[in-house]
């Protein structure tokens, strides 16, 4: 996995036209968290770093905002055509660097390519709206016009999606664009923009750099910045807002979450079975959706433990990069391995049962945990209220429906909620008290395709308009509105 000259290739960044590898810089390892094993390194870029890709974005902007949007449309066309005929071999990068399955890193691309798919209707997404005679004489019309040089900061989670649900769209509208990915996995957005480039974008529309601390305060800060996409944790996702948007910016932060799987005894139990798995502990239940807490209501709790126990021991967990079949693969870093270990361990000492223990039987080399299922929740507990990120899943067993509800809602966070019924009256309840912005009947993971924005609420977002969708058009455009009038007899009406 090492160069020629036996060190590990350095991340390149990507300002205009310069793939630059500043091997003087500090670096963080790029892991295969299957393995363990180091496969490259991620340069820490400086507050000149992000100046200098500001600077070049700044005088790209000139000329790609003029661009008719049809023109631009052309290009998207192509990068949507790259990115299909690459599409495996990019999952088969997201699978090395990221640690999911070969499944898990398709779906991971194939979301991203969704939204490049939208963004290709960018001329009819750009269309303003007018009204004549608006007045006597007057006749009105709004433009969608694009902000400048756009910032993207993504977490390692989601490699392709999660980048492109920002750049895509920023850069249809005829912004010029800076992404800063997760330095635990840069590999896939430097791909990603390789491809964009060989489509015929143009030096200095999309830029990437990489970094940690420093470029993301500079970037929140810098006064060539125009507005800044976040996707991490709510802890980050409040710093980034807050420390932006007092710096004059537009800004859409994502944070964390705490899902909910709420089972109704009617509720069909084969596939309630695999939705629930599915949803926990996909992706080693390291996204932002997954549905870490599973509520039973009524005789449903004790079969309902019984089939998921026998479902979660039949799982393959491995190495995500080998070549056999794999059901679930690790958590990005050994880091995150300690961290859940930890909270399961703590959860056991106040007195949580655990009826499937995710420290045991696990592959030795690599970073893994087992699926975990843990008994005798309550909303007091911290392992209610805050997110594990990794494949927990907690276990509540309210008396009824109304009481779910409220315990739920006391929840800080605001993503998703899933309700498994065959009552409609149960599902619209549900679908209507539940304090969160995107509900599940029958769907373990309720989150959007590209053409519907992805909207978090309460602490899982900050913001105003949200990611994907005409939102997301709308976070990229600003509007000009225009008044004119063509004849020569204006009077003066009510001080006007």
């Not at 205009?16 to 094993?37: R, Y």
């Not at 509540?396 to 809602?409: C, G, H, T, V």
Request: glycine content about 10%; charged content about 20%; proline content about 6%.
């Amino acid at each position: 996995m090492k160069d020629k000259n036996n060190e590990y290739p350095v991340a390149r960044m990507i300002i205009g036209d310069n793939w630059v590898q500043k091997k003087e810089l500090p670096t963080t390892p790029i892991f295969n968290p299957s393995t363990g094993e180091i496969i490259g390194l991620t340069p820490i870029g400086t507050k000149e770093d992000v100046d200098e890709a500001v600077k070049v974005a700044e005088k790209a902007f000139k000329k790609w905002s003029q661009l008719p949007s049809p023109r631009r449309a052309d290009i998207l066309f192509r990068y949507r055509a790259l990115l299909e005929s690459n599409m495996e071999s990019i999952a088969k990068l997201i699978s090395k660097e990221n640690g999911k399955t070969i499944d898990e890193a398709r779906g991971d691309i194939r979301r991203g390519f969704e939204v490049v798919e939208f963004a290709c209707g960018i001329p009819h997404l750009l269309k303003g709206e007018s009204l004549s005679q608006i007045a006597p004489e007057i006749d009105g019309i709004t433009l969608k016009e694009p902000l400048g040089v756009c910032a993207g900061i993504s977490p390692f989670n989601f490699p392709a999606m999660v980048p492109m649900w920002m750049f895509p769209i920023a850069i249809a509208c005829g912004n010029t664009f800076i992404l800063k990915p997760s330095e635990k996995v840069p590999l896939t957005a430097i791909r990603l923009a390789e491809l964009f480039l060989e489509a015929g974008l143009p030096e200095g529309v999309l830029n990437v750099i990489h970094g940690g601390k420093e470029v993301v305060n500079a970037i929140c800060t810098h006064p060539g910045i125009a507005a800044v996409s976040f996707v991490g944790s709510s802890h980050i996702a409040k710093h980034v807002y807050s420390l932006a948007t007092s710096h004059g910016k537009r800004v859409q932060a994502g944070g964390g979450a705490k899902n909910v799987q709420l089972v109704m005894p009617d509720a069909d139990p084969d596939a309630t079975i695999r939705s629930i798995s599915g949803a926990a502990f996909g992706c080693a239940g390291q996204r932002c959706m997954a549905g870490s807490l599973l509520v039973g209501i009524g005789d449903i709790v004790e079969p309902l433990k019984e089939r998921l126990i026998n479902v979660m021991d039949s799982f393959t967990i491995g190495d995500t990069s080998g070549s056999g079949p794999v059901d679930m693969g690790p958590v990005i870093d050994e880091h995150s391995k300690r961290r859940i270990f930890g909270i399961i361990s703590a959860s056991e000492k106040k007195g949580v049962k655990i009826l499937r223990d995710g420290r045991a039987d696990i592959p030795e080399s690599g970073f893994f945990v087992g699926p975990t299922l843990l008994d005798q929740v309550n909303p007091e507990m911290d392992l209610f209220k805050e997110e594990i990120f990794g494949p927990v899943l907690s276990l509540l067993s309210p008396k009824n429906l109304d009481e779910a509800i409220r315990w739920l809602n006391r929840l800080p966070f605001g993503n998703g909620a899933t309700i498994y019924t065959s009552n409609g009256k149960a599902a619209r309840q549900f679908s209507r008290e539940i304090n969160c912005g995107m509900i599940g009947v029958n769907v373990g993971v309720p989150a959007p395709m590209a053409l519907f924005p992805f909207a978090g609420w309460n602490d899982s977002f900050y913001g105003d308009l949200h990611m994907q969708g005409i939102e997301g058009v709308m976070f990229y455009t600003k509007q000009r509105v225009i008044l004119s009038r063509w004849d020569n007899n204006y009077q003066r009406i009510q001080g006007w």
